[in-house]
């Protein structure tokens, strides 16, 4: 099981910048998929962006053009700059790690890919 600390939330008006980090601990897989996720009180668990061991990254269309995922392998650090924030954006932002990599699981953006979860971390945009 890889652990997760995330890191990064906060509160910022309409058309601020936050960047979010969510450092590993614990074995890591060579293959596997990272992402982003999203939940609101009003949805479900909602993907934003993923990254696979391969370098390929797929965004949600509400986020894509704002939001850039990235890694750092020698810090076990994923990270989510969201530049251009609007209030529908808020929710709570975790990081999920899947383990194997498979490019249609990854691309998917489906919570339900993933096997590892960090705890989460708070986004709130004010208008």
């Known amino acids: 099981q890889v652990r997760f600390v995330e890191s990064g939330g906060g509160s910022v008006q309409a058309g601020g910048s936050l960047r979010l980090s969510c450092v590993a601990s614990?074995?890591?897989?060579?293959?596997?998929?990272m992402g982003w996720f999203r939940q609101t009180p009003s949805n479900n668990r909602e993907g934003v962006a993923t990254?696979?061991?391969?370098?390929?990254?797929r965004y949600a269309e509400s986020v894509d053009g704002r939001f850039t995922i990235s890694r750092d392998n020698a810090k076990k650090t994923l990270y989510l700059q969201m530049d251009n924030l609007n209030p529908e954006d808020t929710g709570m932002y975790y990081c999920?790690?899947?383990?194997?990599?498979?490019?249609?699981?990854?691309?998917?953006?489906?919570?339900?890919?993933?096997?590892?979860w960090g705890q989460g971390t708070q986004v709130t945009v004010s208008s």
């Open positions: 999920a790690y899947k383990w194997g990599y498979n490019r249609n699981a990854c691309n998917s953006l489906q919570a339900t890919a993933f096997q590892d």
């Open positions: 614990g074995y890591t897989a060579v293959s596997y998929c």
């Open positions: 990254l696979g061991s391969d370098g390929t990254t």
